[in-house]
């Protein structure tokens, strides 16, 4: 039943071309985006996910903007609250400000700092799979 949930949250991604901006490209990205690492205790560059920057009002959901070492936005990623996904609440229209996706993944969180309580990482990468060992290490 929760799968079903995500299923509207995840054919809204299809037309996200349109959205790109070229000022999200490469970090950091224009205001009213700050480094996560700033806002929480976090470090910098997180294994497998990259530099985040977040606008605090957005706050839980995002979306927070991933990138690599060499400052390339690599994906942008929503963590919805648990809590939230349920029959009377939704995420329509989620943006993807870095463009194109090519492919989705979503994992399940128990929390961490900036996000304690239990969430779902709806990732959308903007590269090839290949792409995303510029976020691994």
């Known amino acids: 039943m ?6 509207p949250l995840l054919t809204g991604f299809t037309s996200v071309g349109a959205i790109a901006a070229d000022g999200f ?3 950091p990205p224009a205001a009213p985006y700050q480094q996560v690492s ?12 990259g530099q985040l920057f ?3 009002t957005t706050l839980p ?14 994906s942008t990623i929503y963590m919805l609250p648990m809590r939230d996904l349920n029959p009377d609440k939704s995420f329509d229209n989620l943006a ?3 463009g194109n996706v090519d492919h989705v993944d979503v994992h399940y969180k128990a929390g961490h700092p900036g996000v304690e309580e239990p969430h779902v990482h709806v990732v959308l990468w903007h590269v ?3 792409g995303e060992a510029g976020v691994a290490k």
């Open 2 to 7: 929760k799968m079903l949930l995500l299923i």
């Open 25 to 27: 490209r490469k970090s």
């Open 38 to 49: 700033k806002l929480v205790k976090l470090p910098d560059f997180l294994p497998g996910m």
């Open 54 to 56: 977040v606008d605090p």
């Open 61 to 74: 959901a995002g979306p927070f903007l991933a990138y690599d070492h060499d400052g390339k936005l690599v």
């Open 96 to 98: 993807a400000p870095g």
């Open 128 to 130: 090839a799979a290949d």
